[in-house]
């Protein structure tokens, strides 16, 4: 970073997380691991944040101690937003009235071991339909955040075509299967939040109009989902009570090695016992689809 820009730099946010596909870190503290996101700003109106140095050009922060362990939590990823001043389209000192833009957002990944890092898979949302909504500069939690921009620089995958497949799961650095801050209570946990916000505003008609694809595979490296204050629910049918009340299911979810709303080790232990896939193989085009 160049010193003539810092005194531009409304916010430099980051938030650091452990493993990318189950994140073992709460927005608050999580009850398994005890660790709550790293959440630091680098830069806030236009000064180094306390605990931050600027050496050979480069903003140089040590994170605490992070709950690194096998697997997919041999990775630790870090979502950071960028909010520069300006006025028009020139960059300017930041001032207490100063006029902000949000910048593209940026995704990293390191690990403990040095390995290769294991990615969130980012093949089921068509991140073109977000935009086609929100458009390719929404400034997602701009104000309470940077405002982070998704774009080609948070992804790290690439479609047949050779280009960047952007997606969204960045977003769990945050939204994690512990909640956000409300531990649980507003669904705050990726797999379910989406589908929450998008169905109370009446947006969802479906799955077609943001899914690709449905990834079945990937609730086999999942735990339980915090779905109410302090409760957690098995996550195949966590992510399928976010749209539909558990009743209207049917069957008798717990009939089905489901814990709906229970202990937060009891729903963790059963999180690969749900039999929901023994007769249900939803796809994109009938998410009711069920083997014959």
Request: proline fraction near 4%; include cysteine; aromatic fraction near 6%.
């Amino acid at each position: 970073m160049q010193q003539a820009l810092q005194d531009k730099i409304k916010r430099l946010e980051t938030i650091t997380n452990v493993g990318p596909n189950f994140p073992i870190m709460g927005y608050n503290k999580s009850p398994g691991s005890g660790a709550a996101k790293v959440a630091k700003d680098l830069v806030k109106d236009g000064a180094l944040q306390e605990g931050v140095t600027l050496a050979d050009g480069k903003l140089v922060f040590t994170t605490p101690a992070l709950p690194f362990g096998a697997g997919d939590t041999d990775t630790a990823f870090t979502f950071i937003g960028l909010e520069m001043c300006n006025t028009g389209t020139t960059l300017t000192a930041c001032t207490t009235d100063s006029a902000t833009t949000s910048m593209k957002a940026e995704l990293v990944f390191g690990t403990k071991s040095g390995n290769a890092p294991s990615m969130r898979h980012v093949n089921s949302v068509n991140f073109s339909t977000c935009q086609g909504c929100h458009s390719g500069t929404f400034e997602l939690h701009k104000g309470h955040h940077s405002g982070f921009v998704m774009t080609e620089q948070v992804s790290h995958a690439k479609d047949a075509n050779n280009n960047p497949i952007v997606g969204v799961d960045a977003c769990v650095a945050c939204h994690t299967p512990d909640g956000t801050y409300a531990s649980g209570a507003n669904k705050g946990g990726f797999e379910m939040k989406l589908h929450v916000v998008h169905g109370e505003q009446g947006v969802i008609k479906e799955c077609t109009q943001c899914h690709n694809d449905f990834n079945l595979d990937a609730f086999k490296v999942k735990g339980a989902l915090a779905t109410s204050a302090g409760k957690y629910t098995t996550p195949i049918t966590a992510t399928c009570t976010s749209c539909h009340a558990p009743e209207s299911i049917g069957h008798g979810l717990e009939n089905m090695g489901a814990i709906v709303n229970g202990d937060y080790v009891q729903a963790n232990q059963a999180a690969q016992s749900e039999t929901c896939f023994y007769c249900h193989t939803p796809t994109v085009a009938d998410h009711t689809q069920v083997k014959m």
